[in-house]
Nanobody, 119 residues
Framework: QVQLVESGGGLVQPGGSLRLSCAAS????????MGWYRQAPGKQRELVAR???????NYADSVKGRFTISRDNAKNTVYLQMNSLKPEDTTVYYC?????????????WGQGTQVTVSS
């Protein structure tokens, strides 16, 4: 069992930056693939960025070059640094943890944190 708690969301102007954090507890953090997903109203939840236990990363095309995912296994925390934010990045962001042999939907989810990009 893994518990995930996100923080760091908020209101930011276009072009600004935010850093999301996701603190995990309850299991061996380092063995999980950690990811950030987002879901706009009426749309499917989509992958933003993912990082494996070995540190390999992949990103959605829409955020490449702007967002960076990282993890600190000593702190059981995964981060999402978001730069050059755009209004279309506005939505709820969710942290996910799953084992490498699972699909993300079968893993664990945080409660979500709202990101709003607006002037």
């Amino acid at each position: 069992q893994v518990q995930l708690v996100e923080s760091g969301g908020g209101l930011v102007q276009p072009g600004g930056s935010l850093r999301l954090s996701c603190a995990a507890s309850g299991s061996i953090f380092s063995i999980y693939v950690m990811g950030w997903y987002r879901q706009a109203p009426g749309k499917q939840r989509e992958l933003v960025a993912r990082i494996t236990s070995g540190g390999s990363t992949n990103y959605a095309d829409s955020v490449k070059g702007r967002f960076t995912i990282s993890r600190d296994n000593a702190k059981n925390t995964v981060y999402l640094q978001m730069n050059s934010l755009k209004p279309e990045d506005t939505t709820v962001y969710y942290c996910n943890a799953h084992r490498a042999y699972e699909v993300a939907s079968k893993g664990y989810w945080g409660q979500g944190t709202q990101v709003t990009v607006s002037s």
